[in-house]
Nanobody
């Protein structure tokens, strides 16, 4: 079955960096666009970034544009989110999402930006 497993979250100071990974299995990874979303306490889940199946297309929420970079490795079946210049408002649980039929979510990884 489809599995999405996020990792790489943690506690980081403002201005710091983290790299999230989402390892996948159970579907043809190279055929699906993938996204990252996040959900802060008391708020709705929001879009962060998307990458097309062949990585030719990427798009970002305005709030992270210029600071975050989404990428993918179609050999390792993994999607990444490089997060730089982190701000306290980036604190959230980050989820990866598989597009296409039977869209699926991972379990999430906590990112906390605090001094």
């Amino acid at each position: 079955q489809v599995q999405l497993v996020e990792s790489g979250g943690g506690l980081v100071q403002p201005g710091g960096s983290l790299r999230l990974s989402c390892a996948t299995s159970g579907f043809t990874f190279s055929s699906n666009a993938m996204s990252w979303y996040r959900q802060a306490p008391g708020k709705e889940r929001e879009f962060v970034a998307v990458i097309g199946s062949a990585a030719h297309m990427t798009n970002y929420a305005d709030s992270v544009k210029g600071r975050f970079t989404i990428s993918r490795d179609n050999v390792k079946n993994t999607v990444y989110l490089q997060m730089n210049s982190l701000k306290p408002e980036d604190t959230a649980v980050y989820y990866c999402y598989k597009h296409g039929a039977g869209g699926s979510w991972g379990q999430g990884t906590q990112v906390t930006v605090s001094s």
